[in-house]
């Protein structure tokens, strides 16, 4: 504590010891001077505060008095080593605490918003399953390449450059570099002017709320929709329009005729990660033209489209600069960087600027110049390639999980982007889902925080692939399935195996051979399996039965039994049918309903 | 551009061909396909695009014909390299841009301050005689060490440990290196949950006003004051109470007593760099308690003091918990870095961090924990004591120069900081001053910017020490008393060699051995010269003559010379004098005023 600064007040009505005393024990409560570090020698502090040794001497022995301190010979004094034990609730707020409290509410002009948020565990990382978006495993960092990057940002060549000024002007290398590299892969054009860094997307979408949006001002979003964007909305007290989500996208209809500013996330839709289809986008920019409305395009996940070309952003097609876009470098380049960025026209930008140097007076200019660098190096393209490869592996991992451990993930389709939103079965709440599949390493989003009220949550989930191997996905899926069974017990569907229904072993000989079973795949694709007289069995799914395979079948006692090439895993199976009318309900040996079929019988 | 994306509406009226020549236009002029550049293949794009190649082809060969691209044989098609010539204006705002221009006004629904605001060029690196505040030269830096910890930081344990959650939590090692190393310089003690980090000061003011202050609430703020703090109250349409300063810093008086938010600078004030007295501050303290004010201590600077012990931090003295304490990491530590933070009760605190998430998510993680690593290696002491020592040499420098050429240059006494407050000469305007000033390389800070209204200038400047070489100090304020000496031409005062009470030579015989000379120094403490009459001078300063030195005077022709051992440089200076009553009037050859003073002839 050689550099700690006691302040003696001449003016107190305290003696001087007890006034060393007493900023010593403070000190010492609340962690400045910690357990076992040792304190000045007598005459050192008492030089320093410019009183008589003696008054520190005492101070010092009334405190090893009381065992907060302790003399070690020839050595010093020192904070005594146990000099938290047997202290309950020092943290702990007291009455007069609490008292505090309700001045504080007081004083509090602005409420920050108080909806619940969800939060997924600090230690995610501990869970086995962490089905959760916007984390990343840490073996995509490209960390090398970023203390490259780092390392030259750092250069005193660079810091000699003279951007590091007090201005409100952004790195000039980093502006080129997304303008030259990451806008043109989502079509858009940029001129320097048209475009402002921001501290992460969040900061973005603050910083235009509050330059466009007022008291009840009418504003568009989706429902469900980015519970960030319905906080930043009710801080300003907007009127907001909730929008209805279908497969497409949001819904373009006369309700949000009367809004001025439409919020949209069209690449992949938050929360189900659904992609704006194109007459959407013309009808939506259609109007805004006609309403003269802004758009703010939120370009969530934009690099990862597994299934077929991206779309470009909505900024491309806008020939009349009424769309903001608005977007950050991936969050997995380097993982708490918080780099984002708008793109819009130079008025806005100008505005945006001048409001954020009042916010938070420029984004670190040592995170542009590194981030310019990373760019700027080439990283930036491998870098992404490698992230797309290894999502793209991730996503069809799940998607394959969830289509195997059927009926109970539906999805909605979607083309990628890193999540899937899945319905919860009917019989179970999707927040205890979530809290039960918490206590077995499976982390899984609930929807209700992305509803204008949680009560209209439509008992889904989100799935997110960016912070799980891939190897892990399909064993917590299947774990996932087997909670699921669990929490619907008494009401699940379980086999009777008295059941008249049952096909035992000379029904399944009779019915099988040369039927055709008919179902959906869970992201929505028809498929069928034929089932050949001689044990053969071919299988395709998807309207151009684009996915094909080919296995054999066969019966043990009175089970079903397949194994195909590619599809379930290559893996045997067996299970117990029961067939009422041409439906086919399909049973694990344990008696669990595990999927379900229409069958149409042999043509021949 | 091979991942540029280019789109092509199916529902446009425009051919294919002429929308892709349109597209490769745009993205030629805005500069995403630079000067140069090469282009896809023909078959390449067209199958991106899914067109017929010679569609791509014959847009192609349009724009070669019109000159934007080239064919280089066996090798490509280019952007030309003269693709920009003799086109002028191709940025500046057209009739339709300046229409937008009010059509962006009205949609713009919250105004950023504008205030005019003072900023020294960009390129102030390359003015020999930068006397401004804020900036740093780079010998300052600790690169070296910054970039240790910054691998650290990067290094994929740190990243692996599981801190860079999507939480509202900042890096607790930094919290534990601001508490126990930072603050107790200050004389603060605070708990981790007392401790919020910022995107710089800035964005802790920001904060705080947006909590505490609503519209017509009264705020005191220091006159002259911190322009950033005052555009933050306008944003939020405060009722300012200008509170005056003088040299015991801001003064405590009545008209405070209906503020309920009092924002301060005590430790050097902001513009001025005074300290606050003991007095006041207990004044302010006792106050602000007894009507339940709320202080904002920001503690600018607090790192320099170079006179005397620091003063421990207003919050250190606070029994009631209601100075909220605002400061940052030394910008030098690293340029761009951007780390400020907020001390104050655990319920601001909470209500900080929750406004902090929708503001700007949490700054960023990296950046905590390349600090916290920087402090906690020991770089931290090490460096401040470095940065201590230097400032402080710079400082005494710019004290010693100012005094030297007196006496133009009159300044509010100060305790350190790193700027001074100078009065600038009556018959100047202090912008004219530093327009012109800039002009011959020097940087001066006028005052205006800094009063609630520009008109109360007190025709002051700034100059301050952090980016100029100690070298460089004094030619620089010489220089800028030559510019005084112009600028004031024809009004400035010049010797009269007819004027009667010069001394001449059997004057200056007579008069000077065995005299007193008494005069002020810049910074306002007494001084005198005894003139012996053997030609020794012994000359003290302070006012307890804790300054003193030895010389030797003589008389040359019609002039008065003298040299002394330390002061003035110890360099040979030769003089005009005259002398009306007691009041010596001393003139350098080229006739300019360049000191005053009282003589008391000799005693003996």
């Known amino acids: 504590m050689s550099e700690a600064l006691i302040y003696l007040d001449p003016e107190s009505r305290l003696s001087l010891q007890h006034q060393i005393r007493q900023k010593l024990v403070e000190g010492i409560m609340a962690g400045t001077f910690p357990a076992g570090s040792r304190l000045p020698a007598s005459r050192k502090l008492a030089e320093q505060l410019g009183v008589a040794r003696n008054t520190v001497v005492l101070a010092y ?108 002007a952004d790195d000039p290398e980093l502006i080129e570099q997304i303008r030259t590299k990451m806008l043109p892969r989502r079509g858009i054009h940029a001129r320097a002017d048209e475009i402002l860094i921001t501290v992460g997307a969040q900061n973005a979408l603050y910083l235009l709320t509050q330059l466009l949006v007022a008291k009840d001002l009418a504003v568009v979003m989706e429902e469900p929709g980015n519970p960030k964007m319905r906080q930043l909305l009710a801080l300003r007290q907007a009127q907001v329009i909730a929008q209805p989500v279908d497969e497409n996208g949001m819904v373009i209809s006369s309700r949000i005729d009367r809004a001025q500013v439409v919020y949209v996330t069209p690449s992949h839709q938050v929360p189900t990660a659904v992609t704006m289809a194109t007459q959407r986008r013309h009808a939506l920019l259609n109007k805004a033209h006609q309403l003269d409305q802004l758009v703010i395009e939120d370009d969530f996940e934009h690099e990862s489209n597994f299934l077929g070309q991206p779309h470009p952003a909505l900024r491309s097609m806008d020939s009349d600069n009424r769309v903001i876009y608005v977007s950050a470098l991936p969050k997995v380049l380097a993982p708490g960087l918080r780099i984002g960025f708008i793109v819009a026209a130079p008025e806005l930008i100008r505005e945006a600027r001048q409001l954020r140097q009042m916010v938070i007076g420029r984004p670190s200019l040592l995170n542009q110049r590194t981030a310019a660098l990373f760019l700027s190096l080439g990283h930036y393209d491998a870098f992404m390639s490698k992230l797309h490869q290894e999502t793209s592996r991730r996503w069809l991992a799940l998607r394959d999980a969830l289509n195997h451990y059927r009926p109970h993930f539906v999805t909605v389709p979607n083309q990628g982007g890193s999540v899937f939103w899945v319905l919860c079965p009917e019989n179970i709440a999707v927040e205890t889902l979530a809290r039960e599949a918490a206590r077995r390493g499976i982390l899984i989003e609930p929807d209700t925080h992305y509803y204008a009220v949680p009560s209209a949550s439509r008992n889904c989930f989100r799935m997110g692939v960016t912070s799980i191997p891939a190897e892990r996905i399909r064993e917590g899926v299947k774990q996932l399935r087997e909670l699921m069974w669990e929490l619907a017990s008494g009401e699940s569907e379980l086999l009777d195996e008295s059941d ?15 039927s055709n079973w008919i179902y959906q795949t869970v992201y929505g694709d ?77 043509c021949d």
């Not at 962490?130 to 970023?146: C, K, M, R």
């Open 61 to 168: 022995e009334q405190l090893i008095d009381e065992g907060l301190l302790e003399s070690r010979e020839r050595s010093g004094i020192y904070v005594s080593s146990g000099v938290f034990e047997g202290r309950i609730g020092f943290h702990g707020p007291s009455a007069a605490q609490a008292e505090l409290d309700t001045r504080w509410k007081e004083r509090i002009r602005t409420e920050a918003g108080k909806r619940p948020r969800f939060q997924f565990p600090d230690d995610w990382q501990r869970h086995p399953y962490p089905f959760i978006d916007g984390h990343f495993d840490t073996s995509l960092y490209p960390t090398a390449q970023w203390r490259e990057a780092s390392r030259m940002a750092l250069g005193a060549r660079i810091v000699n450059e003279g951007t590091l000024t007090e201005g409100d």
């Open 500 to 514: 008249s229904s049952l096909l035992r072993a000379a029904d399944l000989a009779r019915v099988m051979p040369g």
């Open 526 to 602: 028809p498929a069928t399996f034929e089932l050949g007289a001689d044990g053969s069995m071919r299988g395709r799914a998807g309207h151009a039965n684009e996915d094909c395979d080919e296995g054999r079948w066969w019966i043990e006692g009175n089970t079903w039994c397949r194994q195909w090439k590619h599809w379930a895993y290559g893996e045997e199976g067996r299970f117990f049918i029961t067939l009422q009318g041409q439906q086919l309900k399909i049973y694990n040996t344990d008696g669990r309903l595990v999927d379900s079929a229409i069958i149409h019988p042999q």
